[in-house]
């Protein structure tokens, strides 16, 4: 079969292209809202494991963010999802999707949280003293001297994070979510053709990463201008 | 370890109060094959009942990587209905009580084994040994041994000192489909792992059973990873156009899996 | 203003400050000095709570600070200025918004009367058009005049100097000092911490010699430096001066 046959069997014959463009466009919706409760999620669990480590208050909260953090990075991505799905929501009519999305944003958040925990334990010790010394609160100080400075240094690592986790999504397939790679994959099964369908959803994806990091390589330049300490 | 103990415990704990919170599995709306219009159904990802489902007007097709999970999925309320091969059906509805078949089955279809378009000698092969073997009633003990009243008592053994000359010929299955190829503990069983046991240990090759995602049988196939695929794999002019089949080995049809009420 | 009544502070089981007692008045400029290791800092730093002491107790204004709560520590530590060794300015903050930060958080004045203040200040430190810089853009002595004006936002009764010229080069001492200075002459309350010998003579009402974590001489500066009576104020002031 030449190359244009198998290309036209692959993607035009039955508009087996939408399974790509649908697929697509799933992944990108998981990936983003995702992404969202990852970042909110991080936050909340480093900023609570932080105060403990600076402060020794939170121990009880510090203890539940510990564990999240001990499962959710002891264990594959792939069972969280499959234990999500047919465990937690066993009995709950819910959508596959929004079963992904909590499942790689709860994922995504251990990642996220300990990436900000550590842009929180590099701002100086001094800093906090500085804001707590002018009568701000704990949480004032947090919320308008830390964190700020702590979210610039970890930019990068929160971006690169959200990059992983575009890719991670591929997994999605496994509760029959019909993702970029299942489309991919659905496309084999109807074709019998590996090289086509695999090619393609590896370019796609290779697209969208490589667009991701310029933006975050522009975002980086951005932040480092005027920035020396 | 005390303490990971307790985290165990909470998981346990939590997952339970979750599963809890919403135990009304919908009722089950598929009654007859006309019912599955607009409905959710779950098949395997390329199986033949995925192809059907395709078909069906208005439905959902959820495209689940095993049958087993679109089983799990079925019994939980998360979908209709599954069309799915008959024998395959039975196994699961043996093991699954919340789950039934419909009476109503589908035109049948013919299992064969599947090999590369131009390995036709591979096919003569195959076909004679095919023969052989239902003519001296192994086939039919080896089919008794996994689908009669006497199931399990009487597995197909290699004889002693098969001739094993002709070296290694590699099955590509998927061994999620019961009572074709399924798992035993480590091993991989079942009528096709039989049955090609049997046709090997008639030709002269040793059998390695190569295990994998369905969808990846035939391009595994056709790309010479595997010398055979077979699958419970029914022959459908689709496929015939990527890979040459065997003779007919066995005949089902598919059926409807739905929620007892 | 500030009384102390056998202040202890261990770390980790090492005693680091013994037992001090000691009165600030409402208008000193109370300078501490002594060799490293001795305690100074961390006295200074337990005046605002920055260090919370093992023991003993301390007055500010009527109110005994170990015994009040968080919220009421935060009231009492806008009243007391800090001005660190390493200035702990915010890096990403221009230094409009490193002065009238807290001043604004804390609703003390809107972002109109604080900008005001911040411009007077700058004036007053001597640095009026860095408004919009940031202070990675500042020298060392520049970046700890922003650090006092900081402080002097919120209109301290007293400030705590926590060896404020330790961390600059030495051209840019004297810009400090002299600012310092200044601020001792417009009458306010002032706790140093200082290596600074000239200062201590020229500008303080009373001197503390610290030594093992206890305050183990103390006199007025021309009687501290011409009289020591201990041999370890004799052996340190021969050291430094």
């Known amino acids: ?41 991080g936050f909340i669990v480093a900023v609570i494991r932080s105060t403990y480590l600076r402060t020794k208050k939170l121990l009880i909260p510090d203890l539940i963010c510990r564990l999240y953090l001990t499962v959710i990075r002891g264990t594959p991505v792939v069972v969280q999802l499959l234990i999500i799905y047919f465990v937690i929501f066993a009995s709950v009519p819910i959508s596959k999707t929004l079963v992904a999305v909590i499942a790689f944003g709860i994922n995504s958040g251990a990642y996220v949280a300990e990436i900000v925990r550590g842009g929180i334990m590099a701002v100086d010790i001094g800093q906090l003293e500085a804001g707590r010394s002018l009568g701000l609160n ?23 994070e959200a990059i992983v986790l575009l890719k991670e999504t591929s997994v999605a397939g496994y509760i029959a979510i019909a993702d970029l790679t299942k489309g991919g994959d659905i496309i084999r099964s109807q074709t019998f053709s590996a090289f086509m369908p695999l090619i ?5 994806y290779l697209t969208m990463v490589i667009i991701l990091s310029r933006l975050v390589n522009l975002l980086e330049r951005r932040l480092t201008r005027n920035d020396k300490r | 370890m005390k303490r990971s103990f307790m985290c165990f415990a909470a998981l346990c704990m939590s997952s339970v109060i979750l599963a809890g919170c919403g135990n009304s599995t919908p009722k089950n709306p598929v009654h007859s094959i006309d019912d599955l219009n607009g409905k959710t159904i779950g098949v395997q990802l390329g199986t033949t009942g995925d192809a059907l489902a395709e078909d069906v007007e208005n439905a959902k097709v959820e495209k689940y990587n095993k049958y087993s999970d679109a089983v799990q999925a079925l019994s939980q309320g998360k979908i209709d209905a599954i069309i799915i091969d008959s024998d395959t059906a039975e196994e699961f509805v043996k093991k699954n009580n919340k789950v039934e078949l419909l ?17 036709t000698a591979l096919q003569s092969e195959i076909n004679e040994a095919l023969r052989t073997l239902n003519d001296n009633g192994t086939l039919r003990q080896i089919k008794d041994n996994y ?50 046991t049997a046709v090997c240990d008639e030709l002269g090759y040793e059998l390695q059973i190569e295990d994998m995602a369905f969808d990846s049988i035939i391009p ?3 790309s010479g990873k595997a010398d055979v695929g077979v699958a419970g794999m029914s022959v459908t002019p689709d496929r015939e156009k ?11 049809h598919l059926v409807v899996m739905v929620r007892k009420d | 203003m500030i009384s102390v009544k056998d202040l202890k502070k261990e770390f980790h089981g090492t005693p680091v400050l013994r037992g001090i007692t000691e009165h600030i008045e409402k208008g000193e ?21 920055m260090e919370r002491p093992t023991s003993g107790e301390i007055w500010f204004d009527g109110q005994e600070l170990t015994k009040l709560r968080d919220r009421d520590i935060n009231h009492v530590r806008q009243r007391m200025g800090m001005v660190f060794q390493h200035f702990n300015l915010f890096p990403h903050l221009t230094i409009r918004k490193n002065i009238t930060l807290a001043p604004v958080k804390l609703r003390l004045m809107s972002q109109e009367e604080a900008d005001k203040k911040a411009e007077e200040l700058l004036r007053r430190v001597g640095l009026p058009d860095k408004a919009e810089d940031y202070p990675a853009s500042l020298s060392g002595g520049q970046k700890q005049r922003i650090a006092i004006a900081r402080a002097l936002a919120m209109n301290p009764e007293v400030i705590l100097f926590d060896e404020p010229t330790s961390a600059l080069d030495p051209e840019m001492v004297g810009e400090v000092l002299a600012l310092m200075k200044q601020l001792a002459d417009d009458g306010m309350t002032m706790v140093v911490v200082t290596h600074e010998m000239g200062f201590a003579r020229e500008v303080a009402s009373r001197i503390l010699f610290m030594a093992d974590g206890v305050v183990m001489e103390q006199n007025t500066p021309d009687k501290f430096f011409t009289q020591p009576e201990s041999q370890r104020l004799k052996d340190f002031l021969s050291k430094v001066l």
Do not use: H
């Open chain 2, 220 to 222: 595994a196939v056709q």
């Open chain 2, 242 to 252: 990527n890979v040459l089949f065997s003779d007919t080995y066995t005949t089902t």
């Open chain 1, 1 to 41: 079969m030449s190359f244009t046959e198998s290309f036209r069997q692959n993607f035009i014959e039955d508009d087996r292209w939408q399974y790509l463009t649908e697929g697509l466009k799933t992944t990108l919706v998981i990936t983003f809202f995702a992404v969202l409760i990852g970042m909110v999620l």
């Open chain 2, 147 to 196: 689908d009669s009243e006497d199931a399990g008592t009487k597995a197909y053994i290699s004889p002693e000192g098969t001739d094993r000359s002709k070296g290694k010929l590699v099955m590509a299955t998927n061994a999620e489909f019961p009572p074709y190829e399924f798992k035993k503990g480590t091993d991989i069983v079942g009528f096709d792992v039989d049955m090609m």
């Open chain 3, 29 to 49: 400029k109370v300078v501490i000095i002594g060799p490293s290791g001795s305690g100074k800092s961390t006295f200074l730093r337990c005046l605002n709570l």
């Open chain 1, 200 to 204: 393609a959803v590896a370019l796609i």
């Open chain 2, 103 to 119: 009476s109503e089955g589908f035109a049948d279809e013919e299992y064969a084994i599947a090999m590369k378009l131009d390995n």
């Open chain 1, 138 to 160: 704990y949480r004032q100080t947090m919320v308008s001297i830390i964190l700020p400075q702590a979210l610039k240094t970890v930019l990068p690592a929160l971006a690169n």
